[in-house]
């Protein structure tokens, strides 16, 4: 119907993604914009813990979640993978160690994210499941500021493939081959159940599930 089409040639459309998702998601809004150039986009990037929080509160059209949490009553669907893997600087001690035990790697220094990150959540999760308890070396707020202590000697640290992607194509980090991993997680296309979504933000979540990226999930380095 054409007034329906025509809804999707503008307006507004307010997007939350997570930090992980900004390495996937910007990419796939170019060539939505290009598609739509009349749609007018605004993108909030931010972490578990504030995309939750906006979401509680109605603030965006769609979040780029992963799990979201039970006490909200909202529509999920699957959107692509998002493997978490753990990352140590080239030249690393346990560099082409085969399954290392989860138990061995948490004895390292860990460079981990802020209160609030859902990578740092199910981290933390992962090694109490294996009643390991991280040493937590250097604490910070973003994924690149993550990388960088790592690639420094700082620490390892666990991350979303997505976010590590380039420095392991350039070896500038490397993969560990730790017993459980990659922890293997999704993210999701989240709205408020019940909403009534904007022409211009179905369009969008269209999109999303047409361009759905394909796991990275890269194999630990055999050396360091
Ligand atoms: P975050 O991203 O660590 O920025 O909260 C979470 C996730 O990818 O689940």
């Given at each position: 119907?054409v007034?329906?089409?025509?809804?999707?040639e503008?307006?507004?459309?307010?997007?939350?993604?997570?930090?992980t998702a900004?390495?996937?998601?910007p990419?796939?809004l170019?060539g939505?914009c290009?598609?739509?150039?009349?749609?007018?986009?605004?993108?909030?990037?931010?972490?578990?813990?504030?995309?939750?929080?906006?979401?509680a509160?109605?603030?965006d059209?769609?979040?780029v979640?992963?799990?979201?949490?039970?006490?909200?009553?909202?529509?999920?669907e699957?959107?692509?993978?998002?493997?978490?893997?753990?990352?140590?600087?080239?030249?690393?001690?346990?560099?082409?160690?085969?399954a290392?035990?989860p138990q061995?790697?948490?004895?390292?220094?860990f460079?981990?994210?802020?209160?609030?990150?859902?990578?740092?959540?199910?981290?933390?999760?992962?090694?109490?499941?294996?009643g390991?308890?991280?040493r937590?070396?250097?604490?910070?707020?973003?994924?690149?500021?993550?990388?960088?202590?790592?690639?420094?000697g700082?620490g390892?640290?666990?991350?979303?493939?997505?976010?590590?992607?380039?420095?392991?194509?350039?070896?500038?980090?490397?993969?560990?081959?730790v017993?459980?991993f990659?922890?293997?997680?999704?993210?999701q296309?989240v709205?408020?159940h019940?909403?009534r979504?904007?022409?211009?933000?179905?369009?969008?979540k269209?999109?999303l599930?047409?361009?759905?990226?394909?796991?990275?999930?890269?194999?630990?380095?055999?050396?360091?």
């Open positions: 119907d007034a329906a089409l025509q809804g999707v503008r307006g507004r459309l307010r997007l939350a993604i997570l930090t900004k390495y996937v998601v990419k796939l170019g939505f290009a598609a739509h150039p009349g749609i007018e986009v605004a993108m909030v990037v931010g972490n578990r813990e504030t995309l939750v929080q906006r979401l509160q109605n603030q059209d769609l979040y979640l992963g799990q979201p949490p039970e006490h909200l009553d909202v529509v999920c699957a959107f692509a993978d998002n493997p978490l893997v753990p990352i140590a600087p080239p030249g690393h001690p346990l560099a082409g160690v085969r290392i035990p061995r790697l948490a004895q390292e220094p460079i981990l994210r802020e209160p609030g990150s859902g990578t740092r959540l199910t981290t933390e999760r992962f090694f109490a499941a294996h390991a308890r991280l937590t070396r250097l604490e910070v707020g973003s994924n690149e500021a993550v990388k960088q202590t790592v690639a420094g700082l390892v640290a666990v991350l979303s493939a997505h976010t590590v992607a380039a420095e392991l194509a350039l070896g500038e980090l490397i993969a560990l081959d017993a459980g990659p922890l293997l997680r999704r993210w296309i709205y408020p019940g909403k979504l904007s022409p211009a933000a179905l369009a969008f269209a999109w599930r047409d361009h759905r990226p394909t796991a990275a999930v890269p194999s630990p380095s055999a050396a360091g």
